[in-house]
């Protein structure tokens, strides 16, 4: 089963500041389709990037996301205040899997 | 509008069985998989399986044996039964609808399950 590594555990930052989260893959070969997913306290997920690098409807565009391999990388370009919280990638392909999240707090 | 409702708040004792269902609306709910997903307290995302129109369901391989998922079209309503109950399934439970191709995008509102004699 395909383990994902988030890094780092919690990133402090101010608003406005370039948030830069990182989610690695044990191993590289089976995965399809890479997702990131932001979750606030008491709240469901909300879906933000699929298939590594696509934007969900609504999400802005300050929210960005690459990688290919066992590296990706969710990139924050101006952190909002409605944009601290939790986020989570999720990997298809062997089996399905979440990464542990890194939270974003504010610093 | 996409929505999926959850059915409330569940407490159980160690052994017993719980079944969430998730009622549908807003789209044509014979179209699309249906996800499971748990959220222990303090803790991050599991994914439990999934259910596709066929009806075919896909288990993690930690949850084969004791959970059971199913859909109902004429209610569109999906369920989610998880038998064998121990303190480390007390979760929220989240249904998800899939946005596209194995990723969910449409969550319902969760349903904490409570294990505890």
């Known amino acids: 089963e395909i383990v994902l590594t988030q890094s780092p555990g919690t990133l402090s930052l101010s608003p406005g500041e370039r948030a830069t989260l990182s989610c690695r893959a044990s191993q590289s070969l089976y995965i399809k389709y890479l997702t990131w997913y932001q979750q606030k306290p008491g709240q469901a997920p909300r879906l933000l990037i699929y298939d590594t690098s696509s934007r969900a409807t609504g999400v802005p565009d300050r929210f960005s996301a690459s990688g290919s391999g066992t590296d990706f990388t969710l990139t924050i370009s101006r952190l909002e205040p409605e944009d601290f919280a939790v986020y989570y990638c999720q990997q298809y392909g062997d089996s399905f899997t979440f990464g542990p999240g890194t939270k974003v707090d504010i610093k | 509008q996409v929505q999926l409702v959850q059915s409330g708040a569940e407490v159980k004792e160690p052994g017993a069985s719980v079944k969430v269902s998730c009622q549908a609306s807003g789209f044509n709910f014979n179209s699309y998989s249906m996800h499971w997903v748990r959220q222990a307290p303090g803790q991050g995302l599991e994914w439990m399986g999934v259910i596709n129109p066929s009806p075919h369901t896909t288990y993690a391989q930690k949850f084969q044996g004791r959970l059971t998922m199913t859909r109902d079209t004429s209610t569109s309503t999906a369920y989610m039964e998880l038998s064998s109950l121990t303190s480390e399934d007390t979760a929220v439970y989240y249904c998800?609808?899939?946005?596209?191709?194995?990723?969910?995008?449409?969550w319902g509102q969760g349903t904490l399950v409570t294990v505890s004699s």
């Open positions: 998800a609808r899939e946005s596209y191709e194995w990723t969910p995008g449409y």
